[in-house]
């Protein structure tokens, strides 16, 4: 049985004040929640002080990206080991933000992937086709080419801990959801696709849907047999429907 994860990327959004007030409000209205897995993404810069409030509850600490070196001449580069340090388990690995405005590569997403499992970090790998590739019928060999480059090489055990984010770039702040079928369509296929990448573990493995979720369209979604969670980017940043969408039944 796999946990639901729910997990809020931030963006570049909320200074100090914003981000304590935000998470000690999810801090209180999250307290009972136990059956799902709570994880919050804010930017570098306040990661310390959000892990001050949330450091004795049910709320996980995730980055919103990394480089793959431990230390070095990176200027502007977070590197695992700081993430950790911050109080991190998770970090989002691959976003589309990250491919279209900073051209980050498959190969890339490899490298960072494995970085993040050898500091003992959580990698949420992010996929997803855009409008046009989705129009002309290439959904599922984007999506398969970004998992097979981006998880070449890994290493069985830590497989199974791995979590995917199917993120129709299309429906990235648009307001525009895939429908729970043709998330599902796209959810199944990747777990098929890990079956066989990872003979016979892809049970274990949580993939969460990306786009545009609200407190609206939370259930339907959760409800596909292959939707494990989501990632919750612009409704993160109200605790009011971050909220209700942990809550989602
Ligand atoms: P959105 O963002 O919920 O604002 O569409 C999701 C994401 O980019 O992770």
Same mark, same amino acid.
């Given at each position: 049985m796999r946990k639901a994860l /729910? #997990?809020?990327?931030?963006?570049m959004n909320n200074e100090t004040e914003k981000a304590v007030s935000l998470v000690n409000d999810l801090k209180t209205e999250l307290k009972n929640v136990e059956d799902r897995e709570v994880v919050v993404c804010p930017p570098f810069t306040v990661l310390k002080e959000v892990k001050k409030v949330i450091c004795n509850s049910n709320i996980f %600490?995730?980055?919103?990206?990394?480089?793959?070196? @431990?230390?070095?001449?990176?200027t502007g580069e977070?590197?695992? %080991?700081? %993430? @950790?340090?911050?109080?991190?388990?998770y970090v989002i690995i691959g976003h589309s933000e !990250? !491919? /279209?405005?900073?051209?980050e590569t498959n190969e890339f997403v490899n490298k960072k992937v494995k970085a993040a499992f050898a500091y003992n970090l959580i990698p949420i790998v992010c996929v997803g086709e855009t409008l046009t590739q989705r129009e002309k019928g290439d959904a599922f060999k984007v999506v398969e080419k970004q998992l097979r480059e981006g998880l070449d090489g890994l290493k069985i055990e830590d497989? !199974? @801990? =791995?979590?995917?984010?199917?993120?129709?770039?299309? #429906? /990235?702040?648009t307001g525009k959801t895939a429908t729970p079928l043709q998330a599902?369509?796209?959810?199944?296929? /990747? !777990?098929? =696709? %890990?079956?066989?990448m990872f003979v016979g573990k892809s049970e274990e493995i949580r993939i969460l849907y990306g786009g545009s979720i609200k407190p609206e369209n939370i259930s339907v979604l959760m409800a596909c047999k292959n939707i494990d969670g989501g990632l919750v980017g612009?409704?993160? =940043?109200? #605790?009011?429907n971050f909220i209700k969408i942990v809550k989602f039944i």
């Open positions: /729910i #997990a809020g990327n931030w963006k %600490l995730g980055g919103q990206n990394m480089y793959w070196e @431990k230390t070095g001449a990176y977070i590197s695992p %080991l700081m %993430l @950790k340090d911050a109080g991190c388990d !990250r !491919r /279209i405005y900073f051209g497989f !199974r @801990k =791995l979590v995917i984010a199917y993120e129709p770039i299309w #429906a /990235i702040g599902e369509e796209v959810h199944k296929f /990747i !777990r098929e =696709l %890990l079956e066989n612009g409704a993160s =940043l109200s #605790a009011d």
